[in-house]
């Protein structure tokens, strides 16, 4: 009786020094994240400042610079004379409304065709070589993310030969379907290296008694790939769709090399052809231009920073 009252006391005792350490360690780690955070702020607070100031441009009479914020005069002229094809606002009309949605429709289209290829290819391969021991694996994963330290611009004059060579077994009458695939393929292979690498460590986390057990039960190889394992594997599918989809918005050098010369214009290459001449262009309406370039990767961004934590945190083991 008596061994059993110390006990409680003991343990009553114990119990507010277990929750102190976990509060002291509760507040370190509090105070940890507020450096981080700080630091992290301090350090994009430029980025963030050009980003504002050009979105201001785009509704002032003048591109704004910082001190000039307040005297400036705000309206939405300048988006109208962008989507009116009115690159100044004496200049007559260099292009209609209907031109302009076709080149957002282009530039849709390549950044989600990047995002299926890339998606399609990373995940296949990435299941391989987590699930599959064969010869050669390891050298064949270093040698893959070896060709992900290769620039674009590096690889640009031969990927443009095999462009040339092949255009004279296209047919004319799907020449445009041809290239927009081209260009397609040939930029979602700069993003397909790391991307395979990022689903390796997803798929690497999951254990593979979880897929042993559904195929014990009478399950498939495709049918448990499908059902089981890639639901778990959501946030990592998530993130390079997000990577896949911005460098596919974003990109000038292959839209440029083949789809521009061949008169289809991107976002991309339609700023570049505003901001040309840059003594005769009006700049406000640049600066709209710009804005309407940028929108889609900033919602990107603030709509997705979970899934980019959590694929950035996925290990790859070999």
């Given at each position: 009786m008596a061994s059993s009252i110390l006990s409680r006391m003991f343990r009553r005792k114990a119990k507010p020094k277990v929750e102190q350490l976990r509060d002291v360690e509760t507040i370190k780690r509090r105070r940890l994240n507020a450096v981080i955070g700080i630091a992290v702020g301090l350090a994009t607070l430029p980025l963030v400042a050009l980003y504002l100031l050009l979105a201001l441009s785009s509704f002032a009479d003048r591109i704004v610079t910082g001190p000039d914020i307040i005297e400036a005069e705000y309206s939405t002229t300048n988006w109208k004379l962008l989507f009116q094809g009115k690159l100044e606002p004496a200049a007559g009309r260099l292009y209609d409304l209907r031109e302009l949605i076709m080149i957002i429709v282009n530039t849709f289209i390549?950044?989600?065709?990047?995002?299926?290829?890339?998606?399609?290819?990373?995940?296949?391969?990435?299941?391989?070589?987590?699930?599959?021991?064969?010869?050669?694996?390891?050298?064949?994963m270093e040698f893959i993310i070896l060709l992900h330290a290769f620039p674009g611009v590096a690889l640009i004059i031969a990927v443009y030969a095999i462009y040339v060579w092949s255009l004279g077994a296209v047919p004319k009458d799907v020449l445009t379907e041809y290239r927009f695939l081209y260009t397609i393929l040939a930029r979602a292979s700069l993003e397909i290296p790391m991307s395979i690498w990022l689903m390796k460590g997803f798929f690497d986390r999951i254990p593979w008694e979880v897929e042993w057990s559904a195929m014990v039960d009478g399950a498939s190889r495709i049918r448990v790939w499908r059902q089981i394992v890639l639901p778990q594997i959501k946030p990592g599918i998530a993130a390079?769709?997000?990577?896949?989809?911005?460098?596919?918005?974003?990109?000038?050098?292959?839209?440029?090399?083949?789809?521009?010369?061949?008169?289809?214009?991107?976002?991309?290459?339609?700023?570049?052809?505003?901001?040309?001449?840059?003594?005769?262009?009006?700049?406000?309406?640049?600066a709209a231009a710009g804005t309407l370039y940028l929108i889609p990767t900033i919602v990107f961004f603030v709509l997705t920073q979970k899934l980019l934590l959590e694929a950035m945190s996925g290990g790859v083991k070999a």
């Open positions: 390549v950044a989600l065709g990047v995002t299926v290829a890339v998606v399609l290819i990373s995940v296949m391969a990435g299941y391989a070589f987590s699930r599959m021991k064969f010869r050669g694996r390891v050298g064949l390079i769709s997000i990577f896949a989809f911005l460098a596919g918005w974003e990109d000038l050098i292959y839209v440029h090399v083949f789809l521009y010369t061949g008169g289809i214009k991107t976002l991309a290459t339609f700023l570049e052809e505003v901001i040309g001449n840059i003594e005769t262009t009006y700049l406000p309406i640049a």
